[in-house]
């Protein structure tokens, strides 16, 4: 078990470092001019050098990578060329207000899929309506969904704010989007794994038992249907740490998702990467936790491979 | 295994039992004693309706199944109580022994907790209590260090350890029946005996009678007190096993017991005798005898109506004396036009 979280480690710090590189190489790929984006009104071709110098742009594209990786490797991000600050400050709290809203978006879909996924598995009448929902929401844009709700809940019936910002009232709606966005997924999960199980030998056994219909449900079948559920939301938890942007620009959630937008509007290039790379480092651990989680409730994966 | 007091309940008592799925019988009109402390075999090919006849005792077929006919159990009739009160009743009277125990134990459970519920459930221990008693279950089956097993997870165990795990779980509770469906396929031959040696053994203790289903003839050689034969839903012959045995009446049986020998005293090398044709498909409307096509007695009547089953002497009539002390205790059965009872 030890040597196989050591690899996963390993392999995670690869895969962090792979994403760096490619980050790095395709800011240099996209075209624009980051002294132009910083003094746009400039019109001296010498002031724009001189931002150029400043920022050691006019240096060798090898050595601004050599010195952007020995920099990250000390563990510091650089500096915005926007706003003058550290990378690492910028990202720091907006990090926390994303982690908010990644965890109460993955509440939402787990809560909403699951009920979706058992109520249609334990009662048949509901399988048609519970798979047109399913499909409607897999088929509709985030940010569709997001607008929509904005609309009613904010605009008409004045129950949630519209003005943005990150606080427990302003939380709610972007969560429900990334809830019925995500729901679909849990509930095809849920319910395809309890179809197995509930047809399963061992379910036959616990009824064979004489073990009460509820608690054949939560010890037997339930138990069966976490392991993927929690690498669903293990991989969910790291890719909305990344940075759920469409949600966070259409409510003005201030998290990672809206720094990395702005940032690339900007062409701030050492934000675009501390976010990339905060993302990516987000991805692997929360995937790395999954899989821990998932030894811890399965058995069998807690063999080594042969 | 002694035989059991002539009064006493039956461990099972099955009378017209049919299993239909969609309108059509996968088992038709059964009926079957197995005494306590008797081992009865259930033999016959895949799909003559074994395993639907052991499910429809036990009452774990789906609910698609149609399941008409009296099943009593020690006396009790699951049928006549409320669903929740039957679901209740039937851990107590009847224990389940799965043919593969990998499918049957649930795969993140360790297998004390699942014996443990039994305990919990049925006897209102504590969680504690119902442990130490799941690790009393696992010693009673033989098993070394059952403290350490209690805590492994079924894909820890070796594929007789699970058995032994399934059949502490069946008998956890005393029930008067056990059904065994195949419990030793898909063991090898030494586990294979190991168990039977077990469960011998543990019968011995307990006087369950137990229904075994098996196509494997050394199983029946070596446990069944009774034998009865299914061919397409129906028993085709039934009676005390060293009867039947030695002097099959029906040539299903004969045949059954045929391939055994063959593979006993085949030289290598030598054509093993097996059974032409396959068995029919369910069906609901069968005029005739549905083993005639296959049957080497075959005769106009085969075709015409189907056997009833009717009692067996040996020497081939009933006519026939008998000293009075071979004459068996329970009737002997065979449904064939032409039985023959080979001396």
């Known amino acids: 078990m030890a040597r196989t979280l050591i690899r996963r480690v390993a392999f995670g710090v690869i ?103 058992i109520l249609s598995t334990l009662y048949p009448r509901l399988r048609a309506a519970v798979a047109a929902v399913n499909l409607t929401f897999l088929a509709l844009p985030q940010f569709v969904v997001g607008l929509v709700l904005l609309l009613i809940f904010g605009f008409r019936l004045h129950m949630a704010p519209v003005t943005g910002g990150a606080g ?39 009824v064979a038992k004489g073990l009460p219909d509820r608690y054949i449900l939560w010890r037997h079948v339930l138990r069966n249907v976490l392991s993927p559920a929690i690498t669903m939301i293990g991989m969910d938890l790291g890719a909305y740490l990344s940075g759920v942007v469409t949600v966070e ?18 062409l701030d290039r050492p934000v675009v990467m501390g976010t990339v790379i905060v993302g990516a480092i987000a991805v692997v651990l929360f995937n790395l936790i999954a899989d821990v989680l998932r030894m811890y409730v399965d058995p069998r994966t807690r063999e080594e491979p042969a | 295994m002694s035989a059991a007091p002539a009064l006493a309940d039956a461990a099972l008592q099955v009378d017209n039992l049919r299993v239909c799925y969609a309108g059509l019988p996968a088992v038709d009109d059964v009926s079957l004693r197995v005494e306590p402390g008797q081992v009865a075999a259930l033999i016959g090919e895949t799909s003559s309706g074994k395993s639907s006849l052991a499910l429809g005792v036990a009452r774990l077929l789906p609910s698609s199944a149609v399941v008409t006919g009296r099943v009593t159990i020690a006396g009790a009739d699951l049928a006549e109580l409320p669903g929740r009160e039957a679901r209740r009743r039937r851990a107590g009277l009847v224990g389940y022994i799965a043919q593969d125990a990998m499918a049957a134990l649930n795969p993140v459970l360790p297998v004390g907790r699942q014996i443990g519920e039994l305990f919990r459930m049925h006897r209102g221990m504590s969680r504690a209590d119902a442990s130490r008693q799941a690790v009393r279950e696992l010693a009673r089956v033989r098993i070394d260090r059952p403290e350490r097993v209690a805590g492994a997870y079924p894909h820890q165990l070796s594929g007789g350890m699970r058995q032994r795990v399934m059949i502490a779980m069946a008998m956890a509770l005393s029930p008067p029946l056990l059904i065994a469906d195949e419990p030793t396929t898909a063991l090898d031959v030494s586990t294979q005996a190991e168990i039977l040696h077990l469960v011998g053994e543990l019968q011995a203790e307990t006087g369950s009678g137990i229904l075994w289903i098996t196509h494997d003839m050394g199983v029946v050689a070596e446990l069944a007190d009774w034998i009865a034969v299914m061919y397409a839903g129906r028993i085709v012959e039934q009676g005390p096993a060293d009867e039947v045995f030695d002097h099959p009446a029906h040539p299903y049986t004969e045949a059954l017991l045929r391939t055994r020998r063959d593979l006993r005293t085949g030289r290598p090398g030598a054509l093993l005798y097996q059974i032409e044709g396959s068995p029919p498909a369910l069906s609901a409307d069968r005029r005739g005898c549905a083993f005639a096509p296959r049957c080497p007695r075959r005769s106009e009547i085969c075709d015409e109506r189907p056997p009833d089953l009717t009692a067996v002497r040996p020497g081939g009539s009933p006519e026939a004396a008998l000293p009075e002390a071979q004459v068996p205790t329970a009737p002997w059965l065979a449904a064939c036009h032409h039985p023959e009872v080979s001396p």
């Open chain 1, 168 to 206: 427990p009232a302003e939380i709610v709606l972007p969560a429900l989007t990334l809830g019925l966005v995500g729901a679909p997924w849990y509930s095809q999960i849920v319910a395809d794994q309890m179809a197995d199980s509930l047809s399963s030998a061992y379910v036959r056994t616990a």
């Open chain 1, 15 to 117: 895969a962090v470092l792979g994403v760096a590189v490619l980050a790095f190489l395709l800011e240099f790929v996209v075209p624009g001019d980051p002294a132009r984006a910083i003094a746009p009104r400039a019109q001296s071709a010498a002031v724009l050098e001189n931002i150029r110098i400043q920022l050691h742009l006019n240096r060798p594209l090898i050595v601004q990578f050599l010195d952007y990786f020995g920099e990250l490797f000390r563990g510091n991000l650089g500096t915005s060329y926007v706003q003058r600050q550290s990378v690492t400050s910028l990202i720091g709290p907006r990090l926390l207000t994303t982690g908010w809203l990644a965890l109460a978006g993955v509440i939402a879909e787990v809560i909403i899929g699951g009920t979706l996924g």
């Open chain 1, 249 to 266: 620009v259409v409510f003005g959630w201030p998290g990672i998702g809206l720094l990395a937008v702005n940032s690339l509007q900007n």
